[in-house]
Each structure stands twice: as C-alpha cells, then as structure tokens.
C-alpha cells in the first residue's frame, strides 16, 4: 500500500511539472506573438504616419499651386478673358501691406499696338509682344514713401501665383529700380511724378508646358542660428 502511494505522489509530481511546463512555453509563445504583433504594428503606425505625412503636399493645392509657379515667356494666341483678368487684380490686391495703407496700382494692358511698343523698347520684356495681355503693378510714394515696393512685390507675387491656379502663364520683368526702363512706362502712360511702376506682368496661356525648378536649398536654411 505504501508503495502504491509513493508511485502516486511521484506521478503526480511529475505531472504537475510537465503541465507547468507548458504553461510556460504558451505563456512565452503568446508573450514573443504579442511583441511580434506589437512590432508590427508599431511599423504599420510609423509607416501610416509617413505615408500620411508625404501626402500632405500633394494634398495641399494652394502650396502645390507655388511649387509649381514658373516663369513663362512664350504665349499662344488663346484670349484671358475679363474674369480672369479680375481675379488676377483681386489676388493681387489681397496682398499684405505696409500698416494696411495698399499702395498699389495696376494697369491693365489689352491693346496689342502697346503691347508691341513696350516690348520693342523694354529689351528684358520682349516677350510681351506676344503676350495676350499685360498687368503693369505701380506703387503710389504718397500712400507709402518707405515700402511702396515692398507692397507691389507681395501683390506681384500673389498675380504670379494666381496666374499659375488658373492655367496661365506670366514672368515677373522688373521695371523698378532702372531709370531707363522707368522712363520708357513714364512717357508712354504719363503716370504722375508720385507713381512708379514696379514691374510688368507679360500674360498669355504657354504656348508649351514647362516643368517647374527645384529651388528648395537646405544650406539657406539656419536654425536658431547663422
């Protein structure tokens, strides 16, 4: 009988061992099969994230519409209509200015004759005559004395981008600082002393697409410092 309960107790020993062996390697299996699914994902989150992050350019139409922005200079004859011309002229009066005081005016050129004279005579905007139309962007010295160019810069740019949303094609040919192409606007729009253009706009739709530059530099980026 003794010999009966030894066999017992040693058997049962053993298998009270055997089954928390077991446990352990379950408890283990599931312990790695978490961290496994865990990693993963971890990976798929991180990698979600990314995907999430890189879209947001493509996203983003208004910063695609500046990336894109190039300077066009060859034009079909396909005609800007009025609207166009007017959402150009709102983009461009959206413009930040200096204490609010929007210094800025435009002249809008359809008329093909001068179109072609500015362009004969103004050797850094030839193209013009074979521009569809033209937007002169001027700054009045009496509504600003000190930034009036800072101003008609800001609403050139917002033109240049507009024009670019829409499908058209536009340079920016700068008339301002140079006496000689001043004189030249000067006489032929009799602006007032106090009035100076800053730029004309050549506009057309491009007669060819064109890709735009790449003009992201990281070494003209300084953080916190020089």
Same mark, same amino acid.
């Given at each position: 009988?003794?010999?009966?309960?030894?066999?017992?107790?040693?058997?049962?020993? *053993?298998?009270?061992?055997?089954?928390?062996?077991? %446990?352990?390697? +379950? %408890?283990?299996?599931?312990?790695?099969?978490?961290?496994?699914?865990?990693?993963?994902?971890?990976?798929?989150? #991180?990698?979600?994230?990314?995907?999430?992050? +890189?879209?947001?350019?493509?996203?983003?139409? *208004?910063?695609?519409?500046?990336?894109?922005?190039?300077?066009?200079?060859?034009?079909?004859?396909?005609?800007?209509?009025?609207?166009?011309?007017?959402?150009?002229?709102?983009?461009?009066?959206?413009?930040?200015?200096? !204490?609010? !005081?929007?210094?800025?005016?435009?002249?809008?050129?359809?008329? /093909? +004759?001068?179109?072609?004279?500015?362009?004969?005579?103004? /050797?850094?905007? #030839?193209?013009? /005559?074979?521009?569809?139309? +033209?937007?002169?962007?001027?700054?009045? @010295?009496?509504?600003? @004395?000190?930034?009036?160019?800072? @101003?008609?810069?800001?609403?050139?740019?917002?033109?240049?981008?507009?024009?670019?949303?829409?499908?058209?094609?536009?340079?920016?040919?700068?008339?301002?600082?140079? @006496?000689? !192409?001043?004189?030249? *606007?000067?006489?032929?729009?009799?602006?007032?002393?106090?009035?100076?253009?800053?730029?004309?706009?050549?506009?057309?739709?491009?007669?060819?697409?064109?890709?735009? /530059?790449?003009?992201?530099?990281?070494? !003209? *980026?300084?953080?916190?410092?020089?």
């Amino acid at each position: 009988m003794q010999l009966v309960i030894k066999y017992s107790v040693i058997f049962c020993c *053993v298998f009270l061992f055997a089954c928390q062996g077991q %446990s352990n390697n +379950a %408890s283990q299996s599931e312990s790695a099969s978490s961290g496994s699914n865990s990693s993963v994902s971890s990976s798929s989150s #991180s990698s979600s994230e990314s995907s999430k992050d +890189a879209s947001i350019d493509n996203d983003n139409k *208004v910063l695609q519409t500046i990336l894109n922005r190039k300077s066009v200079r060859e034009f079909s004859d396909k005609e800007i209509s009025q609207d166009l011309i007017n959402n150009l002229l709102k983009a461009g009066m959206s413009a930040p200015s200096s !204490r609010d !005081r929007r210094p800025w005016h435009f002249i809008v050129i359809s008329d /093909k +004759a001068i179109l072609e004279i500015l362009g004969n005579q103004l /050797k850094n905007a #030839s193209c013009l /005559k074979s521009a569809n139309k +033209a937007i002169i962007v001027c700054g009045d @010295d009496e509504l600003s @004395d000190n930034c009036w160019y800072l @101003d008609c810069s800001a609403a050139t740019q917002n033109i240049l981008i507009a024009a670019e949303s829409m499908g058209l094609g536009a340079v920016w040919t700068a008339i301002y600082p140079y @006496d000689d !192409r001043s004189e030249v *606007v000067n006489k032929t729009f009799s602006l007032a002393k106090n009035i100076h253009a800053l730029t004309i706009i050549p506009l057309g739709y491009p007669l060819e697409k064109s890709e735009p /530059k790449n003009k992201f530099d990281a070494a !003209r *980026v300084h953080y916190n410092k020089w």
